[in-house]
């Protein structure tokens, strides 16, 4: 139920509204403890009309990210908008396992398919000596990645590897989209860029590409580490047997298998 008569917030906070306390704390531009601090302060009329334009979207499904307009993802926090992926948990995993296998070490990095730009960003501002590029095939997205940088950063748009010809990295890391198209667990996902998310049939066609094109990428014993689907682990693996080594699987913290790791065999 919207109320068109202005109330206060306690009597918001008895409602069942989905996220009703996140969505005073943006119509308001106060924090939680604000909120229960003041449970006594009346909504004015525009922010009445505010609130209620918050809550229809949120019941239609639209992702609490954009209509804050952001989302924090490991120490820093992204702009988001409905051209871009809302950052995963599941994706700090590759920042984690990056700033694991470099260390202190220089490294040249290919964030393919950036979206908001979290996985080249976060490791960029992590390590300020690093010489991050970044690509989306979306100049949208590109432009919302640029904002998020808190780095310089190489940023190029184009088809996967076209957006960097005759560029060689010691890591190339991406999240490409890894859905089936018939997933029928993209209607929960229906507000987000379909773009960023499916990939032919099975899931594999952009992991597929990646994996045959990345060794014309890769400086010598260069890697490459991408983020896959919870059930494409095994066929990842066995795609990337033809040209990589020392191949390395990774789970989530939900424990599902979500990511691989593989150098490139020494010609
Ligand atoms: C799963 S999203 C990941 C976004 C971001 N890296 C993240 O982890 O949140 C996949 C990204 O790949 C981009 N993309 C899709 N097809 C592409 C292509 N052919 N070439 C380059 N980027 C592509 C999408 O625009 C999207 O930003």
Redesign the pocket.
Known sequence: MLHSKTLLIEEYLKTQHKDIIQLLCLTLGKNRAWLFANDDYQLDKNETRTLNALIKKRKQGVPFAYLSGNKGFYHLNFKVTPD??I??PE?ELLVDIALDLFAEKPCRLL??????G??ATTLADKNPHWEVWA????ES?IKVAKQNATRAINFRQ???FD?VPNQCFDLIIS????IEENDPCLDSLRHE?I???VSGKDGLD?IRLIIKQAPRHLNKKGYLLL?HGYNQQSRVVSLLRKKFIHIQTFQDYNSNDRAVLAQLQHK
């Open positions: 871009t992926l950052p995963r994706t964030d393919l398919g950036t979206g908001s979290i996985i690509t989306d095939y979306f997205a184009g088809t996967w957006a999240n490409p989209p890894y860029p773009n960023a998310l952009d983020e």
